[in-house]
């Protein structure tokens, strides 16, 4: 009996733009992070990149991508952020799916999924067709090659989804074992009934559909699944692999497949060193021979069903109760808040289902005009996402326009098609999973929606909004000082709104603080500098001038006009409005200047009202990270004030401080609070100095540990991970260097002496890769203490701080050369 095993992992995160901005703003609850794509990304996909195999004492023997030799799927709206913001995951993922064709009989690794999470069943037709266009078409633009299968968000699924997927070709995806019906052999008339997860799930299942065309279905192992997702599983790879040997049966006489679907968030954030134990599990079942590892499209190659299956109508496998998480108070939720309900889900679903029906009309009505087929030009859209060049819009114009367009008509479409896709992203799943309205992502799809309604009203379909905050008001949050949906929109997604001069006051406010050229690139907006004047005195400054503005995703422009008076630190006053006009903006100009000359500086506040009216800004208003970075630079003095202060205040009273405690007498509080302070300050002057000082960092240590202080672990990890990654980094160019060796090595030790553990992920990486290109050398036998036989010793020396087994890892790529 041939025995196979093929793990598969869905790895997805909601989407976190700013729908204005295009960026994932700083999440402060990501710390020491920007924001959480970033922490994932370091916890998670990563290291599946380069999963540790270790030998019998902990060392590393060796470091493999787990990607290559599993199944997965990424979320298309994650994949892009992570070429931007994490390019070297990024390519490593698509390198592994190229891997895994070489060894799976030219069928690779990497499935589709639906382009942005949307529960399948519960869209129209029209938008099951234009999610799986797009994920389609996004995969094959990553990926360089068409999916042979597709990830369905939840696994939720119905007939015409399913019609969708082979309609575009999908050969296959995965479901849960409770989605199935019945099942009988191919060629037989009775069917067999398997409701409530009664599948055999070792072999694939055709689905016939109406049309005449079917699907094929793999029904993931359920009780495994669950324990590697909930019943720490990932203890132990070894304990893994075992399970998953125990998913054959010798009962059955077919080839059987073991196969699981978890999130892949499993494997490293969910599960601390999960991607390792997975990586052991994988290595124990193929060096072992336990059984064959494979991926779906190989295995559908090799045995394609014998049997056929039908599935349950709008079944997932989040919810029991088919697909109501997403639309009703089904009792599905994440726990932890007793007495809570999900009845805000209906009234979301049907005030986004009516703002969907009305955007669907605006489009179809305002682009009529310009496309030969609107509906279509949605679908082909992708294209225009994944690149917005000049020459790409062009051409995607030209595919679809009736007639040439100008200017003003791309503005006009784009606007629309950017409505469109804020349409589709507003249904991400996310926004029902949870427990609560006015959670973080049920406010990312209001805020989708809030700019898919901007949008509209620029097209002049001015009734929408507050026919849609009277159906959001029926939505009510669980916490009395949230109030319903329509209060929520007023709260999280009006002040988030942006148009052209908002980001003008970005510029204008920024402008006081930053040094920008002549073309500045802020998010999804660039702006050319026409003029810029700055005059300074004592800690005064104005900064005035004009700007054009230009979207990068609709080609929206404006000409704005500014006038920005700082006082010094936080306090400052702008002016911005569309420009109107030189003899408007010179007069303006002519009159500030003149009052910051005499130093008339109330006579500035009265020009800005008159000139700018309303429109006036403060820091307030700049986007999240700038108002951070602005705010870091105005307190860092002042915060090392405080600092030193304490510092002082600890070593000044430090003798007095002991004799209270060598006394039994309590040390104050506010005294303790200083040694803390003073302390922590000490040990990250150490990390960011040039050379670090060992006598002087035990010395710290040890009145860390004397004072029983609490270390900023967190930052100082942070701090010393980042240090220690570029002293590496630098070495593997240039390994030679004895200098950047003794700097890297002291590090390493630097780190044996503190009372935290720092994550040497990356390092490892590092130095394996600089064992790599030197493996030759490293392998030719010491020539005594010449200065060949030193370097080849400090490297060994390094290796085994950093726990590597570097004899076997040397002989294991001697082995593979």
């Known amino acids: 009996m041939e025995r196979f095993v093929c793990i598969h992992g869905h790895f997805y995160q909601p989407p976190r733009e700013n729908p204005w901005l295009e960026v994932v703003e700083i999440q402060d609850s990501a710390y020491p992070y920007h924001d959480w794509n970033e922490r994932i990304t370091a916890e998670c996909y990563a290291p599946n990149t380069a999963a540790r195999n270790l030998d019998g004492e902990g060392n590393i023997m060796g470091i493999v991508s787990n990607y290559a030799r599993i199944s997965f799927n990424f979320g298309p709206t994650l994949l892009s952020w992570m070429e931007r913001f994490a390019p070297e995951t990024y390519r490593a993922i698509l390198a592994a799916d190229q891997q895994s064709i070489s060894w ?50 939840e696994t939720a699924a119905d007939t015409e989804t399913l019609e969708v997927l082979v309609e575009e070709g999908i050969l296959f995806t995965i479901l849960a074992p409770r989605q199935a019906a019945r099942v009988r052999r191919i060629g037989a008339e009775r069917w067999k009934d398997v409701g409530g997860s009664r599948i055999d799930p070792s072999r694939p299942y055709l689905c016939r559909l109406p049309s005449g065309r079917s699907i094929v279905l793999f029904f993931y192992d359920g009780p495994i699944s669950q324990a590697v997702a909930f019943e720490k599983l990932l203890d132990s790879g070894e304990q893994f692999a075992t399970r998953l040997m125990s998913g054959f049966s010798a009962y059955r006489s077919h080839p059987q497949l073991v196969h699981i679907a978890t999130d892949g968030e499993t494997y490293g954030h969910h599960h601390q060193f999960g991607e390792m134990a997975l990586g052991r599990a994988l290595d124990q079942i193929e060096l072992n021979g336990l059984a064959r590892l494979t991926n779906y499209g190989e295995y559908l190659e090799l045995h394609p069903p014998t049997h056929e299956v039908r599935i ?38 049907d005030a986004l289902d009516w703002l969907r029906g009305e955007l669907a009309l605006c489009f179809e009505r305002e682009a009529s005009g310009y496309l030969r087929d609107p509906w279509g030009a949605r679908d082909d859209y992708i294209r225009v996402m994944l690149d917005r060049s000049e020459d790409n819009v062009a051409a995607f114009l030209n595919r679809h326009s009736r007639c040439p367009l100008c200017e003003g008509d791309t503005v006009v479409l784009l606007r629309l098609l950017e409505m469109q896709r804020h349409s589709l992203l507003m249904y991400t799943s996310c926004g029902w999973f949870f427990d609560e309205l006015s959670g973080l992502e049920t406010v990312q799809i209001l805020q989708y929606a809030g700019r898919a ?78 003029e810029l004047l700055v005059l300074s005195s004592g800690p005064m400054k104005l900064a005035l001038g004009k700007v054009f503005i230009r979207s990068s995703i609709t080609r929206s422009s404006d000409r704005v006009s500014f006038c920005t008076l700082s006082f010094g630190g936080h306090a400052l006053n702008c002016g911005v409005r569309s420009f109107l006009g030189k003899d408007a903006y010179q007069a303006m100009k002519k009159e500030v200047v003149g009052a910051f000359d005499c130093a008339d500086f109330a006579a500035i506040i009265r020009l800005l009202d008159i000139h700018f009216g309303m429109h006036t800004y403060s820091l307030r208003d700049l986007f999240r990270d700038e108002q951070r970075h602005i705010l870091n630079l105005i307190i860092a003095g002042t915060l090392q004030e405080f600092e030193d202060r304490f510092f002082t205040l600890f070593e000044n009273n430090r003798r007095l401080m002991s004799v209270l405690r060598e006394t039994g007498m309590p040390v104050p509080r506010c005294f303790m609070t200083t040694a803390e302070t003073a302390l922590n300050q000490e040990l990250q002057k150490i990390f960011t100095a040039d050379i670090i000082h060992m006598e002087h960092l035990r010395e710290v240590v040890r009145a860390v540990g004397e004072w029983r202080v609490a270390v900023d672990d967190v930052r100082l990890e942070f701090i010393i991970r980042r240090r220690l990654e570029g002293a590496m980094l630098a070495l593997l160019e240039k390994p030679e260097d004895a200098s950047l060796m003794t700097v890297v090595l002291q590090l390493v030790e630097a780190i044996t002496a503190l009372p935290l553990k720092v994550n040497l992920w990356q390092t490892q990486n590092l130095f394996a890769a600089m064992l790599r290109s030197n493996a030759g050398e490293l392998r030719a036998a010491d020539g005594g203490e010449d200065n060949r036989g030193s370097w080849r010793s400090a490297i060994h020396n390094l290796g085994r701080l950093l726990y590597f087994n570097v004899p076997e890892l040397l002989a294991a790529k001697e082995g593979d050369s």
């Open 312 to 349: 349950v109508e709008n079944g997932s496998w989040s919810c029991e109760h088919g697909i109501e998480r997403w639309r009703n108070d089904c009792g599905c939720n994440s726990g932890g808040n007793h007495g809570w309900n999900q009845r805000w889900r209906r009234p979301l679903r």
């Open 104 to 153: 799976r009989s030219g069928h690779g690794a990497a499935l589709a999924q639906v382009y942005n999470h949307v529960i399948m069943p519960l869209a129209p037709l029209a938008d099951k067709r234009t999610q799986v266009r797009w994920g389609i078409e996004d995969f094959r633009h990553r990926f360089r090659r068409l999916p042979e299968g597709m990830w369905l968000a």
């Open 453 to 530: 309604v901007q949008l509209a009203e620029m097209q002049h379909c001015q009734s929408i909004k507050g026919a849609f905050l009277e159906r959001l008001a029926l939505a009510a949050s669980n916490l009395a000082e949230w109030g319903t949906g329509a209060d929520i929109y007023a709260r999280c997604v009006e002040p988030a709104r942006v148009d052209l001069i908002r980001v003008g006051a970005h510029y204008a406010v920024s402008s006081v603080f930053e040094e920008y050229g002549e073309v500045t690139e802020i998010f999804s907006y660039r702006i050319l500098r026409e």
